[in-house]
Nanobody, 121 residues
């Protein structure tokens, strides 16, 4: 059974930081490029960042210089460090493979429960 469990969200003030974690079970994340997504209130889910199994990263423009994605394949875990948070970063954050192999798998519709990040003064 596949599970992706996101955690680490919370309510913070602008300029503060959070570190999100995503622990996978039932899959070996070492086989996949992993992605962090977010869904702001009333908006569609969007891709924020990806990290390949070689450690190459890509970021949405608004995340560059503030967010850092990392992975620990031995722990089957992906991380997202969020620095200098802004109110527009408020969203539910999710992780899952951003990979053709995942899209072609039976699990392609699966999403974890996400973790809420709220940035407000």
């Amino acid at each position: 059974q596949v599970q992706l469990v996101e955690s680490g969200g919370g309510l913070v003030q602008p300029g503060e930081s959070l570190r999100l974690s995503c622990v996978a079970s039932g899959i070996d994340i070492g086989l996949y490029t992993m992605g962090w997504y977010r869904q702001p209130p009333g908006k569609q889910r969007e891709l924020v960042t990806t990290i390949t199994n070689d450690g190459d990263t890509n970021y949405k423009d608004s995340a560059k210089g503030r967010f850092t994605v990392s992975r620990d394949d031995a722990k089957n875990t992906v991380y997202l460090q969020l620095n200098n948070l802004k109110p527009e970063d408020t969203a539910v954050y999710y992780c899952r493979p951003e990979d053709l192999k995942w899209i072609l798998s039976p699990f392609r519709s699966y999403w974890g429960q996400g973790t809420q990040v709220t940035v407000s003064s």
